[in-house]
């Protein structure tokens, strides 16, 4: 395996350990961090960005750590050569991830009473459950995700360098404070899926559903958000 698969797998893994691990320390019981809110989860979530997209880039990938992103630039480019490793390793390191804050958090699952909450620290769900409205929502976030991805890295904007990475992380941070809201933005299905899987394999104590009839909506939405990014990008030629 090249360093692109573990430039991605290591990044997607920090992305979810510190992404989930400050969702885990807002909500579990008895941590230090409980009640923070949504202000320190939305921060939490950007320097969780910040720190995988540096640490797949520095391995040797292209720090997409996010299949939307993978499959978007696939579809533009028209090369899919990288796709299955990267989606394995993105996948992968979002499983090991969410592993890992488990075992961080090993005594504060059981001295939480909700299931819900525990359900939230390794994925996503919506405050209000409408699928058609939830999918508008990942669909709409992802597509600005993207879309001023592709500005931070295009010739007239021109970043690059240690201040790429940082201003992405800014970007998630304010998709999560402006979109966050009705479904928790996913914007990332390796983010959501792999630790949905994680939280139905593992013995977490006092866990409940999986809530495995919503999982579709933070896989397909981004990347239908993703995809939408790419169509708009290439009619304002923007790139």
Known sequence: MDSGFWGEFLGTMMLVLLGNGVVAN?????????????????AGWAFAVLC???????????GHINPAVTLAFAYSSGSWDLV??????????????????????????????????K???????????NMKWNFATEA???????????????????TSGPLAPLMVGLLVWGIGLSLGGPTGYAINPARDFAPRVAHAVLPIAGKGSSDWG??????????AGALLAIAVARVVGLG
């Open 26 to 42: 807002v909500l579990l019981a008895q941590s230090k961090g409980n009640g923070g809110g949504w202000i320190v989860i939305s």
């Open 52 to 62: 995988g997209v540096v640490v797949a880039l520095a391995i040797g990938s292209h």
């Open 84 to 117: 299955p490793s990267y989606l394995a390793a993105q996948f992968l390191g979002g499983f090991v991830g969410a592993a890992l804050v488990w075992l961080a958090y090993l005594p504060h699952w059981a001295k939480t009473e909700c299931a819900g909450l």
């Open 119 to 129: 359900l939230a620290c390794f994925s996503t769900g919506p405050a209000i459950r």
């Open 140 to 158: 709409i976030a992802t597509f600005v995700l993207l879309l001023v991805v592709i500005a931070i890295f295009s010739k007239s904007v021109g």
């Open 214 to 223: 919503y999982s579709w909506v933070p896989v397909v939405g981004p990347i």
